[in-house]
């Protein structure tokens, strides 16, 4: 299972942007897989809607895990799996969970500095301490290039974000964490910033006005999530084509699609 770390690893070095196929089933990354994504990822919001909860760490970490574990157990490219704020308090707890996803085979996890319990960002000086500490504890354990991509949520919670991104950035990459995911982050001249300023690799998040990928690469960015995206995209058409039924008690509609392409066991 280690080679995945070290192919994830490589994955983020070339000079193509990563694109991260998000997943929140072992279908949808089956689909992802096959379609040619070269890496997974789980959307902890798209995982916690197809449980019947909104995002923010309400289902439990077994959940995660099985989940997870499904995945990794199934599909043949590195998997990363969203661990949102740790889903726990203390960091060494924190970085028990993650050791046991390097264990089932996850080539990384994304971990946000964003609180689950209470509004606003965990302490920078906190937050490097759990990184730190996770760290510590997947090297001692022989998983030293297990990817830590650490997520700040300056761009959703501030409203003066760049100088606080640069600044948490570069304290995580100092901790210990192997890349700096900021979601929200859109804008060319904050993106060129940004990514000159971390001497790691640069994760930005789909959003309706950052869709281009060839526009990315050429600002430096080394990887692109598409986050929820898809996931919302399959609820709305589910939502749509149950009242398009009803509505017209007809289910022709449901026969207006391409062909399943997916290959199943």
Known sequence: MKKNIAAFNALHQQQ?????????DLLSALV???????????TSWGVANALGYQDGEKISFEQV?????????????????????????????????????????????NIEDS????AGLRAQPEHCRVLETIRLTLDSKGYQDFFINARTDTYLQLEQPLEATISRGQAYIDSGASGLFV???SQADEIRA???AIKAPVNVMSLPNLTDVAALQQLGVKRFSIGNALSDATVAFIESQAHQVLETKNSAGLYDHPDVKTQFK
């Open 194 to 196: 940004v990514v000159a």
């Open 183 to 185: 979601p929200g982050l």
């Open 16 to 24: 193509q942007v990563l694109c991260i196929g998000n997943a929140w």
């Open 65 to 109: 895990l099985t989940l997870a574990k499904n995945i990794i157990a199934n599909v043949s490219v590195p998997v990363t799996v969203d661990i949102e704020a740790g889903f726990a308090t203390e960091a060494s707890a924190i970085a028990d969970n993650v050791l046991q996803l390097a264990e089932l085979g996850a080539a990384g996890i």
């Open 115 to 118: 609180l689950k319990h209470e």
């Open 32 to 42: 992802l897989e096959q379609a040619g994504f070269k890496a997974i990822g789980t």
